[in-house]
């Protein structure tokens, strides 16, 4: 049961990953590509730990697994933000 | 279940082969730090996946400081330089 | 792991290391060239791991992926029109530089690469042809259990070969202080922002605590004064990136005391051990779990700041009397 | 001799001779500087990729504690190097 669950989480988090980098690499503009990369990085890792987790043996390799997703998740925005950022202030230079 | 991590494994080394393809292409350089992010989760997932694999568990520690540094870069890339600020 | 997909995931990663190699140096642009040198290291961390190198991964994740890339842009963004990144003359000059460097010239240096590339390829299929070559990785393991650690990397490093990596610590602490001599830090960074901000109030806390664990766990784990101090270096660097100037580095006096740490308990180890009677760095058995631990320790802050100090690029500069800037928290 | 060692190994042949190539032959500081850290990545994917045993065998530690150390040394030059040119170039201008 608990395998079933755990290949579920593991195979949607997969595809999340590879929804986010075709899209990555087919969107037209950086903007739209910034919206793609979102969901690998949140969904897709985060389903991939939380399969990975029904695995753990142990409450601290759980904690890290969680801690692992967080800093992604925190990352992935902060630099989604600091990215758009540069680009808008490169456009109104040029 | 071990042919199922194998497998997706492979499929998570072919996103991270698909955001180096951005990574080369750009055009922008926003672009690249974007597709470099990318890489960086990609890793993460893979090396979670491998310390299973390859039983070891140290992997996960690697993944953590991969996880926790993943942006620096791009803070690296964008931080605006103090006094002069003329990027 | 079934060998066809281990074959198949050898040869994605290795032609991914080629090509982001290939790429990072083909490019003539400066700042392409680093983002790919960034992700290159990103790709290697992924390969140490799947080479059974996990103390190295951890080194690499830290260092390549993370460290090495800020000091590299934060090198290109101060001087983006100066020699450094060749942008230094007009476009026409640069191109007769470029051609200048001719093209037998070009074909000799490359093909002197390639006789250098044959040489060790052909060096490393004789050692491959005599079979591994355990004698070391045997005296390792059957001296393991006296060393004081079960990690037996950190055994090397702290007992086995502790010479070698006192004289490491050496090579370190000369260059920072060639570093430290050669002028003022770089131009800090303006506060990136509430969104960063809010990132780096809990992050640089989470990266202090992970050194602490990699120091302790390296004993009897992948991990270590070096991976520690790595980790350590790379807190101080967000907190710079986040516009915190002197990148919670102490200043004056205390912080020679730090970079020199790692030498100087080195030294002071050592030579009790020979005031002791022992040989000099020959840990008492029994001792040799605390010692290491003590010796890491001093080793990883040193270390930290050491990389820290790369970052800056020199000279710490205190905060007060320039241009009016308030620092935060 | 295992096939994975093998790949890896003649990789980093590779990876060397492209580092030294670029290091002999930019023109650009910073080029030259990335190429010889290539360069060394090169010689620790040979040094690991010998010290590797296979799936399941602890692998020889020595080697790792080199590259281990080399990692550290390496970017620590890398950084004297830049804080030389920076020196160097402020000379320049100043002068």
Known sequence: ?94 | ?87 | MNTTAVHVLDILLIISLLSLAAAALLTSDARRSVILFMAFGLVLAVAWGRLHAPDVALAEAAIGAGLSGALLLAALREQPRRALSGDAKPVRERERERTSIDVTLQLTVTLLCVAVAALLVWALAEAFDRGPQDTLAQAVSETLAASGVSNPVTAILLNFRAYDTLLELAVLLTAVLGILALGPARPGYQAAGPVFDSLVRWLVPVLILTAGYLLWVGAHAPGGAFQAGATLAAAAVVLRLAGHRTAGLPAGQTLHLVIAAGVGMFLLVGLSLLVLGRPFLGYPPAWAGGLILLIESAAMLAIAATLVLAFLGGRPQPAAGLSGEKRQC | MLTAQWLYAMTGCLIVALGLRTALLHAVLLHRLIGVNVMGAGVFLMLIAVAYRGPGVAPDPVPHALVLTGIVVAVSATALVLALARRLTGEQDNG
């Open chain 2, 1 to 87: 279940m071990s042919e199922l991590l194998t497998v997706s494994a492979l499929g998570l080394m072919l996103s991270l082969f698909l955001g180096l393809l951005r990574v080369v292409r750009g055009p922008s350089t926003g672009d690249r730090m974007l597709a470099t992010q990318l890489i960086g989760t990609a890793g993460v997932g893979l090396l979670l996946l491998l310390s299973l694999l390859l039983k070891q568990t140290a992997l996960i520690d690697v993944a953590l400081i991969l996880a926790l540094l993943a942006a620096v870069a791009a803070a690296a890339f964008t931080g605006q330089q103090r006094e002069t600020g003329d990027d």
């Open chain 1, 1 to 94: 049961m608990i395998d079933a669950m755990s290949s579920l989480l593991i195979v949607s988090g997969l595809a999340f990953y590879l929804a986010g980098s075709i899209g990555l690499l087919r969107l037209p503009d950086l903007y739209s590509r910034l919206h793609a990369l979102t969901k690998a990085d949140n969904l897709g890792l985060g389903l991939l730990t939380a399969g990975l987790a029904l695995h753990a043996q142990d409450l601290f390799v759980t904690l890290k697994l969680v801690l692992i997703w967080l800093a992604v998740l925190a990352a992935s925005a902060a630099s989604a933000h600091l990215i758009a950022q540069h680009a808008r202030r490169r456009e109104k230079q040029s």
